[in-house]
């Protein structure tokens, strides 16, 4: 099984992360790995067999302290305590102070975002896909965040569309230059195609991010819609599986 393990860029031995990938499960088609196997789909909303996807979360249970806290994610700005969660409600970001509870999120193209503090008090996970990172998903999980004592955030951005491929509309641009007109810059217009453009939603991120003064920013350097062997990806199968990054406290 591959597993993407957050490279924080410093030592948190308090904070367990992971992310998961396509291979390694028992899903199939178009659930599978995409080279014949079993896939590794967690998400239980997409139509694959539920006990396919019950056998691939017992799988990821067995890296874990605790079952996850799963949400139902809506690409909206509710950050729940996920020491409270049960039987996955609505919200697209959970944060926890205690140990042992894992803060769970699903992606086939929008960001996982994990945030852990340097003093190991408080971990979370963001859904931020665009229209949740435009209405303040990001801001409202380090607000949580501070608000349960965390200081110096670190933030890992795992798989997610790459800057060259994910091609948006007008929409998306004034959704962002709107609230930041510095937020052009992860815009690229693209030629023959009027009121067409390329986001970076990595830098939109990392742009949100420093807004709320968290600059310990790493990872987005992957691209699930290039990478069929060890992502899924809704933009590129329309029909497919759900990946999950996790995070909790030791």
């Known amino acids: 099984m591959e597993l993407l393990l957050p490279q924080w860029g410093t030592s948190l031995p308090a904070v367990g992360a992971l992310a998961t ?6 899903s199939s088609a178009p659930y599978d790995d995409g080279q014949g196997g079993g896939g590794l789909n967690l998400g239980v909303h997409v139509g694959d067999a539920l006990a396919n996807v019950e056998h691939n979360r017992a799988q990821i249970r067995r890296q874990l302290p605790a079952e996850p806290a799963w949400l139902t994610q809506v690409h909206g700005t509710t950050v729940l305590d996920a020491a409270q969660v049960a039987g996955a409600p609505e919200a697209d970001a959970s944060f926890t102070t205690q140990p042992g ?19 190991g008090r408080v971990v979370a996970a963001a859904h931020a896909g665009w229209r949740g990172l435009a209405a ?30 994910f091609e948006v509309g007008e929409d998306v ?16 217009a ?10 970076d939603i ?37 029909v497919t599986g759900r990946m999950a990054a996790l995070i909790w406290l030791r």
């Open 190 to 199: 693209i030629s023959g195609k009027p009121g067409k453009y390329l986001a």
């Open 101 to 119: 509870v894992v803060c769970a999120i699903m992606t086939a193209d929008c960001l996982p975002v994990l945030f852990a503090d340097t003093a």
């Open 202 to 238: 990595y830098l939109l991120a990392r742009m949100t991010l420093a807004r709320v003064d968290v600059s310990k920013v790493s990872g987005g350097n992957a691209c699930t819609v290039s990478d069929p062997q060890r992502f899924y990806s809704y933009r590129r199968d329309g």
């Open 136 to 165: 303040g998903i990001l801001d409202n999980t380090v607000a949580q965040m501070r608000a349960a004592g965390a200081q110096t955030i670190h933030a890992w951005l795992g798989p997610a569309i790459g800057p060259q491929q």
């Open 21 to 26: 990938t396509r291979p390694c499960g028992i």
């Open 173 to 188: 641009l004034q959704a962002f230059v709107t609230k930041d007109p510095a937020a052009a810059a992860a815009f690229t």
